[in-house]
């Protein structure tokens, strides 16, 4: 089934994924991760993959990207029942944080996976989300940083030199700035609705942040362009040793978070841009990690055509 120079896709999740819920009507629900694995059983993708459940990240691992304090300070809040607000728009319930474990876990257990040669690229299929989540600070439904937790991993442990971020939620991706802004061995290429949430990274905070902010409406065909005229040449430039994507799909046409006009194709599209620098420079290495996407038919369709272009099918 899998064309010779293909490979595994592994697709990593856990049960305590479902489990978080922030309050009834909260956009990033666990309904979201069902609306994904529907659509992968449809599209006849499902039974193609290497299903892995996500261990727990250990707090060693957490503690490479953030403060022992910070995370002591989430496990103290966790309630008993009901709801703990983080911030206006970030809630946990006495779930959250093992759900947070293992979302972080994903992405560490996804480099092994990759590194040991057991799969070829990843996606991680976990809430809650986490490019938002600063060093020491939870924000916008994010607790812990999974991708940077993964990404951290893959250069303390597997001795990976250079790792790029691609990050093409459409809100910018202001934790994984916040932990690697100024470190030489993160390249990081991001695109963002501005002005919106999280109000920064117009004004990079390094120079390895390529961040580019997009106007409302922007097309599918605009932000390709983009990416021809900016991502690619820093990327390639770069020429990175492993890829991870913070792969939100909130800038989809249908997605009501956000006023951006991206389908599929592109989603297709950009995984297919990603696949080829990873092949060039970085022997396919690509663990993607989802963050948004909040119109759950829209959701699933993306993330099935961006697992259907990892995985080669
Ligand atoms: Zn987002």
Same mark, same amino acid.
Request: charged fraction near 20%; hydrophobic fraction near 45%.
């Given at each position: 089934?899998?064309?010779?120079?293909?490979?595994?896709?592994?697709?990593?999740?856990?049960?305590?994924?479902?489990?978080?819920?922030?309050?009834?009507?909260?956009?990033?629900?666990?309904?979201?991760?069902?609306?994904?694995?529907?659509?992968?059983?449809?599209?006849?993708?499902?039974?193609?993959?290497?299903?892995?459940?996500?261990?727990?990240?250990?707090?060693?691992?957490?503690? &490479?990207?953030?403060?022992?304090?910070?995370?002591? &300070?989430?496990?103290?809040?966790? +309630?008993?029942?009901?709801?703990?607000?983080?911030?206006?728009?970030?809630?946990?319930?006495?779930?959250?944080?093992? =759900?947070?474990?293992?979302?972080?876990? =994903?992405?560490?257990?996804?480099?092994?996976?990759?590194?040991?040669?057991?799969?070829?690229?990843?996606?991680?299929?976990?809430?809650?989300?986490?490019?938002?989540?600063?060093?020491? *600070? =939870?924000?916008?439904? $994010?607790?812990?940083?999974?991708?940077?937790?993964?990404?951290?991993?893959?250069?303390?442990?597997?001795?990976?030199? *250079?790792?790029?971020?691609?990050?093409? %939620?459409?809100?910018?991706?202001?934790?994984?700035?916040?932990?690697? $802004?100024?470190?030489? #061995?993160?390249?990081?290429?991001?695109?963002?609705?501005?002005?919106?949430? !999280?109000? $920064?990274?117009?004004?990079?905070?390094?120079?390895?942040?390529?961040?580019? !902010?997009? +106007? #409302?409406?922007?097309?599918?065909?605009?932000?390709? %362009?983009?990416?021809?005229?900016?991502?690619? !040449?820093?990327?390639?430039?770069?020429?990175? /040793?492993?890829?991870? @994507?913070?792969?939100?799909?909130?800038?989809?046409?249908?997605?009501?978070?956000?006023?951006?006009?991206?389908?599929?194709?592109?989603?297709?599209? @950009?995984?297919?841009? @990603?696949? /080829?620098?990873?092949?060039?420079?970085?022997?396919?290495? @690509?663990?993607?990690?989802?963050?948004?996407?909040?119109?759950?038919?829209?959701?699933? #369709?993306?993330? =099935?055509?961006?697992?259907?272009?990892?995985?080669?099918?």
């Amino acid at each position: 089934m899998y064309p010779a120079d293909e490979g595994i896709t592994a697709y990593l999740t856990h049960s305590a994924c479902a489990m978080h819920e922030m309050g009834q009507g909260h956009p990033e629900c666990p309904g979201r991760l069902a609306a994904i694995q529907d659509r992968l059983i449809a599209a006849q993708l499902w039974d193609y993959l290497l299903h892995v459940d996500a261990p727990a990240a250990t707090h060693e691992q957490l503690m &490479r990207v953030h403060d022992e304090a910070y995370i002591d &300070r989430l496990t103290s809040m966790v +309630p008993g029942h009901g709801y703990v607000h983080l911030d206006p728009d970030t809630a946990i319930n006495r779930f959250s944080l093992l =759900a947070a474990y293992h979302a972080a876990g =994903a992405g560490v257990h996804a480099v092994d996976l990759i590194m040991q040669g057991r799969a070829n690229n990843a996606f991680c299929s976990v809430r809650p989300p986490g490019h938002h989540a600063e060093r020491s *600070r =939870a924000m916008g439904f $994010c607790l812990f940083n999974n991708l940077a937790v993964a990404a951290a991993h893959a250069m303390d442990v597997h001795g990976i030199e *250079r790792v790029a971020i691609v990050d093409f %939620d459409v809100h910018h991706g202001n934790g994984s700035e916040d932990i690697f $802004c100024d470190d030489p #061995r993160v390249q990081m290429v991001g695109f963002f609705q501005h002005p919106f949430f !999280p109000y $920064c990274g117009d004004t990079p905070r390094g120079p390895n942040m390529l961040n580019v !902010p997009l +106007p #409302r409406a922007t097309t599918g065909l605009q932000f390709r %362009d983009m990416v021809v005229e900016k991502w690619l !040449p820093a990327l390639d430039a770069f020429a990175p /040793q492993f890829i991870f @994507i913070s792969a939100g799909f909130d800038a989809h046409l249908e997605d009501e978070m956000s006023s951006m006009g991206l389908v599929e194709a592109d989603y297709a599209w @950009i995984t297919r841009q @990603i696949k /080829q620098v990873a092949k060039q420079h970085a022997q396919g290495r @690509i663990v993607s990690t989802l963050e948004g996407g909040y119109d759950l038919s829209a959701l699933g #369709r993306s993330v =099935a055509v961006h697992i259907k272009e990892l995985s080669g099918l």
